[in-house]
């Protein structure tokens, strides 16, 4: 089955703070939000490491466009009609949690339930000049580190409560 998107090189900005954080751990790995570049470099990742993905979207589309090609033991995909389900999908500890689901206001309700739970967020789309939508600020105060990504215009943060980030990208 093929499908017609739009794709920008944009949406693959995270991908060196993601590759770093996965470097950095060897466990349980969440991706809310699957993406053309994101799900295919976990999934591989994941499966040559032996580590577990879950990915979880709300759009039935990317769900259904992305789980029949890379779902496997290792690999669960969850659709939730309303972010306000996943709370029983994350309530676990992860070492890296990809955060770049819709509605983008909607994110920082699932960084909140993940800030002890993860001991990397990697959180996509992290401008400042967006924080009126994204309201990322209100949540950053809840992390012991936070490092901001910002060779990309499409910047990236990592949080943790468990780590130091600031070596991220030297």
Known sequence: ??????VSIRYSTFIPMLLE???RTTG????????VFSTPLLHWLCERQKRNLVTIENNWKWHRFVK????TDRHQFFFVRNWDDVEPY???EWDVALID???YSRRIVEIEKLSNLAKYLVV??????KDKESHYSQIYPLFKYRFNFDKAD???????????????WL
């Open 90 to 92: 994350i309530n676990k």
């Open 124 to 129: 996509h789309d992290s401008e400042p000049w």
């Open 28 to 35: 349980d790995v969440l991706e809310l939000g699957p993406g």
């Open 68 to 71: 029949p090609y890379l779902k």
């Open 101 to 103: 689901h819709s509605p």
């Open 21 to 23: 954080a996965m470097a």
């Open 154 to 168: 499409h910047q990236t943060a990592v949080l943790s409560n468990f780590y130091p980030v600031n070596d991220f």
């Open 1 to 6: 089955m093929a499908t017609n998107m739009d």
